[in-house]
């Protein structure tokens, strides 16, 4: 990997990610060589992907390079790798550049979509877990529309327009609302001789509520939203198949659509040579309170890919922005102690609450004291991830996009930049 050699303990991080980063900005002024793996060039903030995947934002305004992020820091490097294997035995990790030796490794390598072994969803569905994804989802939906002014089948036509949203989680829901919008006040002027009365928004939920991490007062908030949006929602509906034109449930209810999203859950994106015995259920990492493996304890694990069990909370953090920026922090305190030989200090997550939106003027907030709803909530929702962006630029953009598309009613950047066509299971 062409790696400078120096007599300073090398900390490898894999992800650049909210915790990577994190964790290598805390690590800028020790005296180590930090190295940072990732398969991308750019840390992606994902909380606004499906506003790229709905034209309301271009990807550049939510993607930073992660060169650009740590360039002031003389302690650090950055190699564009995938890391195939761990060898936790020597010391070494295994990637398609090269292999590179270590003395702390850190894990941060996120998650990714949870299918539950459905290989049938997995192929013919859409995901939005990437920009990759979210472009390719932007496309299928408008390359969907402009197939629907052709077909002169009428069963066809509506297939086009019918959209199902499976999990009912943050994404699900703000992908719903941002699609409802769409229907409402754009299509009909960009498709004047489409009748978009027959695009169907369908939001799918396995349980008995939506937002089911938030309060019950959220919940039933964002339904109701949703419902004025004119979004039809399923619950107590679990999706058991789609073959790319037929959705099915575990009820009499099915769907004929041609775009399936799938949002219904992630599992941690694990690397070969973490030990069986390290690894929970969802594939996450299992790690102590120090983000330590147990059987490697030169080995981390931080955001996403760590599952840090304490007798309070033996499932793990959630999967969210804020529990890994507070463990990317809290181990670069860590690892300095530790070098020090000072006792390491345990992760106490500081629960600042979650949010979601379900569209213009409408959001839901459930903050540790208060939850609200409503006008005020969107406005909170917004400055939140304006501040959490990374870069003045993309800030700017953000905000200027959010302005103009409030005052216009309008998405810009509906662009079928790279066509994208489905490969439907029964084509292979």
Not at 153 to 179: C, H, K, Y
Not at 283 to 305: H, M, S
Request: aromatic share 10%.
């Amino acid at each position: 990997m062409n790696i400078n050699q120096t007599s300073n303990p090398r900390i490898v991080i894999i992800g650049g990610g909210f915790a990577g980063v994190s964790l290598a900005k805390v690590l800028s002024k020790q005296d180590v060589q930090v190295v940072l793996l990732d398969k991308h060039n750019y840390h992606n903030f994902q909380p606004l992907l499906y506003q790229v995947s709905t034209g309301g934002l271009e990807p550049d305004s939510i993607a930073y390079p992660i060169r650009k992020i740590l360039q002031d820091y003389s302690n650090f490097q950055f190699r564009l790798a995938n890391v195939s294997e761990i060898d936790s035995a020597k010391n070494n990790i295994i990637t398609d550049i090269g292999d590179l030796k270590y003395d702390y490794l850190v894990i941060a390598s996120g998650s990714e979509t949870n299918y539950f072994g459905n290989t049938s969803i997995e192929t013919n569905s859409m995901a939005m877990k990437t920009i990759p994804q979210a472009l390719n989802l932007r496309s299928l939906i408008l390359e969907n529309f402009e197939e629907a002014l052709l077909t002169t089948n009428l069963q066809d036509r509506i297939a086009l327009m019918n959209f199902v949203i499976v999990g009912a989680g943050p994404t699900g829901v703000e992908l719903a609302g941002a699609l409802a919008e769409i229907k409402k006040g754009i299509l009909p002027k960009d498709y004047p001789d489409l009748d978009t009365r027959l695009v169907q928004i369908n939001l799918v939920q396995s349980g008995n509520r939506i937002l089911k991490e938030m309060s019950e007062v959220a919940s039933e908030k964002a339904e109701a939203f949703l419902e004025n949006l004119g979004v039809n929602i399923w619950k107590n509906t679990r999706v058991s198949n789609y073959d790319g034109k037929t959705v099915t449930t575990n009820t009499d209810v099915t769907f004929k659509t041609a775009t399936m999203i799938w949002a219904a859950g992630v599992k941690g994106a694990s690397i070969k040579g973490i030990h069986a015995d390290d690894l929970s259920r969802s594939n996450r990492i299992i790690v102590n309170e120090f983000n330590q493996l147990k059987t490697c304890p030169n080995i981390f694990a931080i955001g996403d890919i760590a599952q840090v069990e304490t007798a309070s909370n033996p499932n793990g953090y959630p999967m969210m922005a804020q529990p890994a920026i507070q463990q990317g922090k809290q181990l670069g305190y860590n690892l300095k102690r530790l070098l020090e030989g000072l006792p390491l200090t345990p992760f106490i997550y500081k629960d600042k609450g979650a949010m979601a939106t379900v569209g213009r003027n409408k959001a839901v907030v459930d903050m540790p004291k208060f939850k609200f709803q409503g006008v005020f909530a969107w406005f909170v929702w917004m400055f939140v991830h304006l501040f959490f962006l990374i870069g003045f630029r993309n800030r700017i953009i953000v905000f200027i996009n959010w302005v103009y598309n409030y005052i216009r009613f309008d998405r810009e950047a509906r662009l079928i930049i790279r066509p994208y066509k489905k490969k439907l299971k029964s084509d292979e």
